[in-house]
């Protein structure tokens, strides 16, 4: 039996343009597709476009022409060869041969790296993460003061804060004198002659503040009203933190982790000043090394590029996680 | 799922290939182009490296011609020194900078082959620099040195007869002397309890494992391959034999895994400080400790120790003046003050560093109180030219071999 439409189930005009317009704007209206918007749009990405072509492919392309480049006969400096149809692998696959091959002597500074940039980002996270909650959620008129005060390291240079580390962890420093607690014990040690707790300290203290600001603004953001929604339901702290905040904020980890792990795997500074000793030698000090050795340029080059695939990494994981977040907010 | 198909996924592909289109014909346009930037490459002829057994006397630059005589630096212009750090008196500079109206700015680099590598870069625009002799053959074979005019440097009559003519560079064409010094065995007797006299050799001292954690020895290849060489006992430090090489190479690996040192050019400022008591030193740096030392600490407690025979490792370093450079007159103004007894004195008085003047006699040095006592055999002797072992330029192949035997020591491998 053919249903019977009355007059009054009918929509009226402008009952039906309303919900038309509604069904637009839940439905996301789609961009104007004229050629002004399309050059619009182009033009807006133009200074991005340039910004990436000339800070970030037209050096990556200088590097890949040094690392396939050829060598000054006598003052052994880099001559780049800007065709790739001339590049000598040589060098590229000197580095490779000393990471994979039968004489790896680059491969413990890799492992090295990794390490420690691996416990320095852990040890910065369990810093930063608590740091950042209370600021963001329980320091209440003290936030101004707090955050004011995470910014302050900023406005001393990295080096000058590594610099004051040197003088405090001397044999006679201020940190022995202190451990040893007005002559009570009989402390020695030669913080500063190579050894890799110092350098994984130095990496935390450096970069610590890198990664509160980001983690303090991801839990700024989180809504208040959900972590009393699950309170309300019967969550306790704990399930509160685990299924709420921390998946709310995983984001924010994500970015502040790579905020500190990026800059940390091409520091060379720090074993420098904190260690000076081979055996704590990290990629950043075999591209330091290598640049300033007449005639490395190339491996330097060479690791480089290996800093750079290895970073592409975190970057894909921050990306992925980027845009599960977006997913959870639709 | 719903994301990743229909129109809007067939729209991001569909970009995707125009992308790729687009990078294609970039590729296409840009590699040609990019090959036609010429690529720079230098025809030297031979490489030419001059020993005290085979001295040479350098043509004149065509690049960089000699500087007219009588003309006078210009108030106000900049002189840029390119140098080790605390290498050169801040007090010489501010006279000089009094007396000329010139203003000086001074860079600094860590070691030679920074120096080499920045300033064979390209302009930097430096007047002078102060290398060894290790590294003259190539400055001057790449043009990058402005041959002297000596009627500028009137106190060239100051300098030990022995560098009247050196065999470096001929009739001075191009340098004049700055410093000397030797590379010996440093310590402090309140931290590292040495007794050389009980080690065959006394170099041995670095390998002994009672001072593991407690060492440095200096972030420069040759400085440190040499004293492995000598503890080797190889006196050629200049050896391009592979089998001496290779030996030092695992002397070298050894020290690093049974010492852990601390490679570094600092220990002027780290062995006062109380960092470690042992490093490899150059004797210049061994005079400056104690201006280095904590108020309390006595200076006696310092040592330098150099072969008593003389033959170690020997050298001195140069000023030259770089044709890139756009102050060559105040350049020639400067190297003359170098030469000036008052100016070296007081400059030897900042950097501990040795000027080869006739009024600087060794045993004065203690007299007046240039050095302590304990640090004489810091001093450097005219006579000690003559057995020294001097770390000269190599052939490039073995210079590669140095460089790669460092490589292997300073990653850690």
């Known amino acids: 039996m053919a249903e019977v439409e009355t007059e009054t189930d009918r929509p009226v005009p402008d009952e039906l343009e309303e919900s038309q317009a509604s069904r637009r704007r839940g439905a996301e209206p789609e961009p104007q597709k004229g050629v002004g918007s399309r050059w619009l749009w182009g033009g807006l990405a133009l200074p991005g476009i340039v910004w990436l072509c000339l800070l970030f492919i037209a050096p990556l392309y200088v590097v890949l022409a040094i690392i396939f480049g050829g060598i000054d006969p006598i003052l052994r400096q880099p001559v780049p060869v800007w065709n790739p149809l001339d590049w000598d692998f040589s060098q590229f696959n000197f580095v490779m041969g000393r990471i994979f091959g039968p004489d790896p002597y680059f491969r413990p500074a890799m492992i090295r790296t990794v390490a420690y940039v691996a416990s320095a980002s852990l040890i910065c996270l369990v810093i930063a993460y608590p740091v950042a909650y209370f600021t963001a959620r329980l320091a209440g008129r003290w936030k101004g003061l707090l955050l004011a005060a995470l910014i302050a390291p900023f406005w001393i240079s990295y080096m000058m804060r590594m610099l004051a580390w040197v003088n405090l962890l001397q044999t006679d420093g201020l940190v022995n004198k202190t451990l040893s607690a007005g002559g009570l014990f009989n402390v020695h040690y030669a913080w500063l002659q190579g050894h890799s707790t110092t350098v994984i300290l130095g990496l935390v203290y450096g970069y610590v503040p890198y990664m509160i600001l980001p983690l303090y603004a991801g839990l700024d953001r989180a809504p208040t009203a959900m972590l009393e929604a699950a309170r309300d339901l019967g969550a306790s702290r704990f399930q509160t933190f685990y299924r709420v905040t921390w998946p709310l904020t995983r984001t924010a980890v994500v970015v502040s982790l790579l905020v500190t792990t990026l800059p940390m795997l091409g520091d060379y500074f720090t074993v420098d000043l904190l260690s000076g000793s081979p055996s704590n030698s990290m990629i950043g000090n075999l591209i330091n090394n290598s640049v300033l050795t007449p005639g490395e340029t190339g491996q330097a080059g060479a690791f480089v590029l290996i800093v750079l695939v290895v970073s592409v990494i975190p970057m894909f994981i921050y990306l992925r996680s980027t845009r599960s977040g977006t997913d959870i907010a639709v | ?413």
């Not at chain 2, 036609?36 to 630059?61: M, V």
């Not at chain 2, 064409?173 to 309140?190: A, E, F, L, N, Q």
């Not at chain 2, 440095?216 to 430090?237: E, Y």
Request: contains cysteine.
């Open chain 2, 1 to 413: 799922m719903g994301a990743r198909t229909g129109p809007a996924h067939d729209r991001s592909r569909q970009l995707h290939r125009r992308t790729v289109l687009r990078g294609g014909l970039l590729a296409a346009v840009g590699v040609p182009l990019l090959s036609a930037c010429q690529t720079r490459t230098h025809d030297y002829g031979e490489l030419r490296i001059p020993t005290p057994e085979n001295p040479i006397r350098w043509p004149l630059s065509k690049k960089y011609p000699i500087i007219e005589s009588g003309l006078k630096p210009q108030p106000g212009s900049v002189l840029r020194i390119y140098n080790y750090a605390d290498y050169l008196s801040p007090k010489m500079m501010k006279d000089f900078e009094a007396q000329t109206g010139v203003d000086i700015h001074l860079s600094t680099f860590n070691d030679a082959d920074e120096a080499l590598t920045k300033i064979a870069s390209g302009n930097l625009g430096f007047d002078l620099y102060f290398p060894s002799y290790d590294s003259l053959g190539k400055l001057i074979q790449a043009e990058l040195l402005r041959p002297l005019n000596q009627d500028y440097l009137t106190n060239a009559k100051n300098l030990w007869h022995s560098f009247d003519n050196p065999w470096y560079d001929l009739g001075s064409r191009y340098t004049i002397p700055y410093t000397i010094y030797s590379t010996g065995i440093g310590w402090r007797t309140d931290l590292a309890d040495v007794n050389l006299s009980q080690y065959e050799n006394p170099f041995d001292v670095f390998w002994d494992t009672q001072y593991t954690d407690n060492m440095a020895i200096l972030d420069d290849w040759h400085t440190a391959i040499g004293m492995v060489l000598m503890r080797n006992g190889v006196n050629d430090l200049n050896t391009t034999n592979s089998k001496y090489l290779e030996e030092a190479r695992v002397a070298l690996l050894d020290l690093r895994k049974t010492m852990n040192p601390k490679v570094t050019i600092q220990m002027y400022t780290d062995m006062p400080s109380g960092q470690y008591g042992l490093a490899q030193f150059w004797s210049g740096d061994a005079i400056n400790m104690p201006y280095y030392l904590p108020k309390k600490t006595p200076v006696d407690i310092l040592r330098y120790w150099f072969p008593p025979d003389g033959v170690g490792e020997i050298d001195n370093d140069l000023v030259v003046c770089l044709g890139q450079g756009s102050n060559p007159v105040a350049a020639h103004y400067f190297m003359n003050q170098i030469l000036d007894v008052t100016s070296a004195g007081q400059n030897f008085g900042f950097t501990g560093y040795q000027p080869p003047l006739k009024q600087f006699t060794p045993s004065d040095l203690v007299k007046q109180g240039y050095v302590p006592e304990n640090l004489a055999t810091a001093v450097v002797q005219e006579s000690d030219f003559k057995t020294g072992l001097p770390l000269l330029q190599l052939p490039v192949t073995a210079e590669n071999e140095y460089h790669q035997i460092w490589q292997e020591f300073k990653s850690g491998g």
